[in-house]
Structures are given as structure tokens and as C-alpha cells.
């Protein structure tokens, strides 16, 4: 088992930016892909953004390139999403999760954390 909790979520306006945490615990962290998802009211849980077990390749969703920048750090069993130029349509739960399989799909992640929020207000 693997326990993910999330932290860092808040209200901000558009253009800031928010730095969210996710902390691993169970079994060895860098054993697994890393990946953020999100679930905004009355929408499908989408991929946003994926990190290898070693941090070396990382895949972003589209509507987050360039603006979102994820990272690990294996020695305190944590990954971090950096979210700048925020929008409103940002706005979601976000949640990290983690995989044994390298992809985007969220029937591929095995352990999920339990969402921080993020809103983004205009």
C-alpha cells in the first residue's frame, strides 16, 4: 500500500500561482510514476500532468504546458505540482496518484490521495 496526502491548496486570484505537495508513504516512493490529476464539479477526473520514478521524464496535459511544472524529490518521498499564470478554469480537487506503469490514463494508478482544492478566482 502507498498513502498519499495532499497539501497546498487554496483560493488565488488568476495570474498567481499555488505550489501543491504531495507526501508518500508505505511502500518505497521511488518505485512508482507519480501523477496529478484533477476533478472540477460535474466534470470527468482528468490527467494533468505525469513524473517517471526517477524524475527524468515528465508528460503535461495540454492546457497546463508551460504554465505547471512538476517535481520529485525521492529523498523525502514527496512530489510537487508548481502552478503558475493560474486561470479559473484551473479550478479543481486536485489529487496526486501513483502507478507502476508509466501513462496518463487513471485506470493505470494504483494509490490516490484524498484531493486538496484549488480556486482560482477571476
Known amino acids: 500500500q502507498v498513502q498519499l496526502v495532499e497539501s497546498g491548496g487554496g483560493l488565488v486570484q488568476a495570474g498567481g500561482s499555488l505550489r501543491l505537495s504531495c507526501a508518500a508513504s508505505?511502500?518505497?516512493?521511488?518505485?512508482?510514476?507519480m501523477g496529478w490529476f484533477r476533478q472540477a464539479p460535474g466534470k470527468v477526473r482528468e490527467f494533468v500532468v505525469g513524473?517517471?520514478?526517477?524524475?527524468?521524464?515528465?508528460y503535461y496535459a495540454d492546457s497546463v504546458k508551460g504554465r505547471f511544472t512538476i517535481s520529485r524529490d525521492n529523498a523525502k518521498n514527496t512530489v510537487y505540482l508548481q502552478m503558475n499564470s493560474l486561470k479559473p478554469e484551473d479550478t479543481a480537487n486536485y489529487y496526486c496518484?501513483?502507478?507502476?506503469?508509466?501513462?496518463?490514463?487513471?485506470?493505470?494508478?494504483?494509490?490516490w490521495g484524498q484531493g486538496t482544492q484549488v480556486t482560482v478566482s477571476s
Open positions: 496518484a501513483a502507478t507502476s506503469t508509466w501513462g496518463w490514463t487513471k485506470g493505470l494508478y494504483d494509490y
Open positions: 508505505g511502500r518505497t516512493f521511488s518505485n512508482y510514476h
Open positions: 513524473i517517471s520514478r526517477s524524475g527524468g521524464s515528465t
